[in-house]
């Protein structure tokens, strides 16, 4: 069945209403905050990946002033745990972390962005990591990283790699009008894993990068922009990667200018083209987009603008930094829940600024149900992930706070609907499939999500997609790879985890 708003087409979901509830099981966590200064005021990112490959996700967390950690998980008997692991050579300064196949060997690797030079580790067996920064040439400078995206051009056997940097921390004359360009790390050779440097400019204060296809249907470069620094003259960038040129009015993407924080996607109408979630100071700006390759403004009733806190007591705009889709009810409608928090003591911003859980109903619109779901924490948070730690098919839930301890809270709702899972074997050294769709129908209603690495703020989840589907036994999966071709389609039973490999 299909629901219209004035523009937005919804694919519905039955009569499945269960009310999302999460348990505060922080306890399952060592200790661990974001700490440090101004130039941590920003990142604060998580990851979610599997690097002992047991099919549980693991983490990886920035630290800031305080060591990244790297956490594994080993629940077991319905109880979720993690266990910290060590990392050679402790690392500080990091403002997040984003899992990513570089050397295309099956297993994920590290890049972490830093305040100073970047690093990036080489994964082993059972979560085992290398810096293997100066013997895969990634070059290096003392910029202040704060956003990360990755892709696999044609043919390639290794990703290109794009680098975000915030304010020039070396400009005497910053930090206000000081924003420092981008870097974009392109595969020297096409059988040795080394990296050239090409400057991309201008740059304007950038805290989130995603690379992946755009309402056009073409690989494109999603920039979001800080305004608080470039002030005026700046705003979000779009790069198409083919044509390698800023994308503009004229290419109909219409002039955006914001406190840009972070970036997510997703398909959210069933037709193939993902929206855009774009977090700010105040309004949170979701895109729409549009059959033509065009994006427009959600209208204010579809109620993800998310500009002022839901709890009484403080009624000054909120700060969105981290956004994430997905399913946490499983009823085949995607929701989306944003990591909140001041910067520091902005005094015209909130600073009692819970997250929110924004629950999608079957006509389009979001309905907060952060605090009743147990998630209105009001710590300064930055980085979050939604994923299942404990393997029982629901989407839990892992927030990094800045100067608070981390928080992980396990999804028990009940009368949730069934869901599946894809994880995708790519051909080439692009394993993990970057850039594939994945195209689901259960139920009658249809579901696309893209795989990627970027967006968010500071990390990301790089899991098999998860696809709640409602009251549904079965779903039929089809694929379309990085390379265009369409995969013959399967069906998985609800709770399974499909395994789909591309074609040599």
């Known amino acids: 069945m299909i629901c219209r708003l004035s523009i937005v087409c919804v694919l519905a979901a039955g009569s499945l209403q269960a009310e999302p509830v999460f348990s505060d099981i922080t306890t399952a966590l060592p200790d661990h905050m974001y700490t440090g200064g101004w130039e941590h005021f920003v990142g604060g990112g998580v990851s979610a990946f599997d690097c002992s490959a047991d099919g549980l996700p693991d983490l990886v967390a920035a630290g800031g002033t305080s060591p990244m950690i790297l956490l594994r998980n080993v629940s077991n008997a319905g109880a979720i745990a993690f266990d910290p692991v060590s990392v050679s050579g402790e690392l500080t300064g990091v403002t997040g972390v984003y899992p990513v196949d570089i050397d295309g060997d099956g297993v994920l690797d590290l890049y972490v962005m830093r305040v100073g030079p970047d690093r990036v580790l080489r994964g082993g ?3 085992g990591f290398t810096d ?18 990755a892709w696999w051009d044609e043919g390639a056997q290794f990703p290109t790699l ?52 755009d309402a056009r249907g073409v690989m494109s470069l999603r920039i979001s922009n800080d305004r608080h620094y470039y002030v005026s003259g700046g705003s979000e960038q779009v790069w198409d990667i083919k044509e ?6 004229d290419d109909g993407f219409a002039t955006v200018s914001l406190w840009g ?55 000054r705009p909120s700060t969105g930094w981290h956004a994430t889709f997905g399913d946490v009810n499983n009823d085949a409608l995607p929701d989306l829940f944003i990591a909140k928090g001041n910067v520091d003591q902005m005094p015209g911003m909130a600073m009692r600024d819970p997250n ?54 396990h999804n028990v709702s009940t009368d949730s609907g069934n869901a599946i899972a894809v994880r995708l074997d790519g051909a080439g050294g692009n394993r993990f499939a970057i850039g594939a769709r994945v195209m689901i129908n259960a139920g009658g209603s249809g579901q696309s999500q893209q795989v990627t690495v970027g967006g968010g703020h500071a990390g990301g989840v790089a899991l098999p997609l998860h696809f709640g589907i409602g009251r549904a036994e079965t779903a039929q999966i089809t694929v379309r790879w990085p390379d265009g071709t369409t995969s013959a389609p399967i069906t998985a039973k609800a709770g399974e985890t499909a395994v789909i490999v591309q074609a040599d």
């Open 356 to 409: 929110n859980l924004l629950i999608q109903g079957a006509d389009g619109r979001f309905a907060e149900a952060g605090e009743t779901a147990g998630l209105a924490d009001v710590a300064r948070s930055r980085g979050a992930g939604l994923a299942d730690f404990d393997g029982d098919g629901l989407l839990d839930l892992v927030v990094v706070n800045r100067r608070a301890p981390m928080r992980l809270y």
């Open 244 to 249: 390698r040129r800023f994308l503009g009015p």
């Open 162 to 213: 794009a680098v975000g940097h915030y304010v020039d921390r070396a400009n005497p004359d910053g930090p206000f009008g000081t924003c420092d360009t981008q870097t974009i790390l392109s595969p020297a050779a096409t059988d040795t894993l080394t990296y050239a440097a090409e400057t991309l400019a201008p740059g304007y204060c950038t805290l989130s990068m995603l690379a992946a296809q």
């Open 132 to 149: 293997v920064t100066e013997s895969w040439a990634i070059p290096q400078t003392d910029q202040w990283t704060t956003a990360f995206t």
């Open 261 to 315: 924080m972070g970036i997510a996607s997703r398909d959210l109408t069933g037709d193939g083209r993902d929206e855009l979630m774009l977090t700010s100071m105040g309004d949170q700006l979701m895109q729409i987009a549009q059959p033509d390759g065009t994006y427009i403004n959600a209208p204010y009733d579809i109620g993800t603008f998310a500009h002022n806190p839901y709890i009484k007591g403080d009624g």
């Open 125 to 127: 067996p059972d979560c």
